[in-house]
């Protein structure tokens, strides 16, 4: 099975620029989304992508500030993230799809990375 390892979280300044990644262990041809969960809450969807290069659906509440971005050759993913506020601090997670079509919900994905903790002080 193909494992998922994210990096880049660390702690930034509001309006801060940050880029998260995820590499794959192998290839996959499923969607692949981040998900981030802040202390006390539930897991929130942010972007998913295709493996289809360019098919991206972004959270409403966060387009204009995060990108979604897949290298398929290299097996990884991107978050690209800017205007970084206090409420984006979570630990940021990435996961491949159990469902070929894009989903919002975190219960169509089956592989998860372990987590890469990003803090945005104020």
């Known amino acids: 099975q193909v494992q998922l390892v994210e990096?880049?979280?660390?702690?930034?300044?509001?309006?801060?620029?940050?880029?998260?990644s995820c590499a794959a262990s192998g290839r996959t041809s499923r969607p692949m989304a981040w998900f981030r969960q802040a202390p006390g809450k539930e897991r929130e969807f942010l972007a998913v992508t295709s493996s289809t290069i360019g098919v991206t659906y972004v959270?409403?509440?966060?387009?204009?500030?995060?990108?979604?971005?897949?290298?398929?050759?290299?097996?990884?993913?991107?978050?690209?993230?800017?205007?970084?506020?206090?409420?984006?601090?979570?630990?940021?997670?990435?996961?491949?799809?159990?469902?070929?079509?894009?989903?919002?919900?975190?219960?169509?994905?089956?592989?998860w990375g372990q987590g890469t903790q990003v803090t945005v002080s104020s």
């Open 59 to 111: 959270e409403d509440s966060l387009k204009g500030r995060f990108t979604i971005s897949r290298d398929n050759a290299k097996n990884t993913m991107s978050l690209q993230m800017s205007s970084l506020k206090p409420e984006d601090t979570a630990v940021y997670y990435c996961a491949i799809a159990k469902v070929p079509h894009l989903s919002r919900a975190s219960s169509d994905y089956d592989v």
């Open 7 to 20: 990096s880049g979280g660390r702690l930034v300044q509001v309006g801060d620029s940050l880029r998260l």
